[in-house]
């Protein structure tokens, strides 16, 4: 297969948002590799910002080209991530987890694959229709699937930060993923929930209709800020060149 990966342009931003002191999202932008990364940390005091350091500092060696195997090799690295975070939770004598959420998108050039823990989020936009790729692992997310909240609800309801799966938590790690072919008309926005609790999918929508990647992710940010993002915020903003 050759080789497209060049062709991808990409653009990330992070802030600690309106509210936090601290920022505790990291991300990741390896277009030469074919790979962009999302995670929010958590644990409180430095923990989140360890956590979610740790979790983006394990997928920059990854140089595979297949994306079979670099889909191996993201699920590897991220078992090693989990087990280190679970050690030094034990060590600092935590209580609570040190954790974090990752959502990872992959792509050779002609198919991608996207692979995530928690609620970080992954929507790609044809130019008309914009699509959440990834499903949260969390509580409220497990309410929308009962039918006791709505959608809308679950974007503002209190308990809205309570995660069912994280690297980093107790048990064994369990990574979901999805794929498809990659189209020439195709954005991807790789989120963590401060994003998706400060901006509306109108929003988002709107956002991914600007010439650039850096221009999708500073309309983004400004928004976010403008609504006084109670969480950090980051996006990455992935497609295809020309």
Not at 177 to 185: K, M, R, S, W
Request: hydrophobic share 40%; aromatic share 4%.
């Amino acid at each position: 297969m050759e080789d497209h990966r060049h062709l991808f342009q990409s653009f990330g931003d992070t802030h600690r948002g309106a509210v936090r002191e601290l920022n505790e999202d990291r991300f990741l932008c390896a277009d030469e590799a074919g790979l962009w990364a999302v995670a929010d940390g958590m644990g409180g005091g430095d923990a989140g910002d360890y956590a979610s350091t740790l979790v983006i500092d394990s997928l920059h060696e990854i140089t595979t080209s297949r994306l079979a195997s670099m889909a191996r090799a993201v699920r590897a690295r991220l078992r090693d991530a989990h087990q280190c975070l679970r050690k030094e939770a034990l060590a600092r004598g935590h209580r609570v987890t040190i954790g974090s959420t990752v959502v990872v998108l992959l792509s050779d050039g002609a198919d991608y694959l996207i692979l995530w823990v928690g609620d970080s989020r992954v929507y790609d936009f044809d130019g008309q229709t914009l699509r959440q790729r990834s499903r949260d692992h969390s509580l409220v997310q497990e309410m929308v699937d009962t039918g006791q909240l709505t959608s809308e609800q679950a974007r503002d309801h209190p308990r809205a930060n309570i995660i069912t799966r994280a690297i980093g938590a107790a048990g064994d790690l369990r990574v979901d993923e999805v794929g498809g072919a990659i189209t020439p008309e195709q954005t991807f926005l790789l989120c963590s929930d401060g994003i998706t609790h400060a901006c509306a999918p109108p929003v988002i929508s709107q956002a991914l209709q600007a010439a650039t990647p850096e221009r999708a992710v500073q309309t983004l940010m400004t928004h976010a800020l403008q609504a006084r993002a109670r969480d950090n915020i980051t996006a990455v903003v992935v497609r295809p060149k020309g």
